[in-house]
């Protein structure tokens, strides 16, 4: 079984994670996805979510491509998660381009286009128009 693996803070989901989501899973078998709990985004990223993690936790795991959701509590846990969780591809948004080419000696990093015209931040800027 090829497993499959990405980090993200999934707030307000919408169309673009959907993409993201549907693009890894399609790199293997089993998709994980460590989500960012409320503490790393506030102390470590500065980053208020609107919904609370076990929320955002529980969207995730509705979704079809999604076969296990894990915390995401700090920056340097990727290595930790790889291995421990047998991980072949990591997968990232190609906005963090070369971010994570530090796991290459365990496993594939791939970094996928972003679906251009959706983004967190433009929904939150738009909803304060």
């Known amino acids: 079984m090829k497993k499959v693996i990405t980090y993200g803070t999934f707030d307000l989901l919408h169309y673009g994670h959907i993409n993201l989501l549907r693009r890894a899973k399609a790199l293997g078998d089993y998709l994980i996805v460590a989500l960012s709990t409320d503490e790393f985004n506030w102390d470590q990223k500065q980053?208020?979510?609107?919904?609370p993690y076990e929320q955002r936790k529980q969207l995730l795991e509705a979704i079809r491509y999604v076969d296990l959701v894990i915390p995401e509590n700090n920056w340097d846990q990727k290595a930790a998660d790889?291995?421990?969780?047998?991980?072949?591809?990591?997968?990232?948004?190609n906005d963090w381009q070369g971010k994570f080419d530090f796991l290459k000696p365990y496993c594939d990093v791939v970094y996928l286009p972003r679906t251009p015209e959706i983004s967190t931040t433009q929904i939150k800027h738009d909803l304060r128009r």
Request: proline share 0%.
């Open 47 to 51: 980053k208020k979510c609107y919904f």
């Open 82 to 93: 790889v291995r421990e969780f047998r991980v072949d591809t990591f997968v990232m948004g």
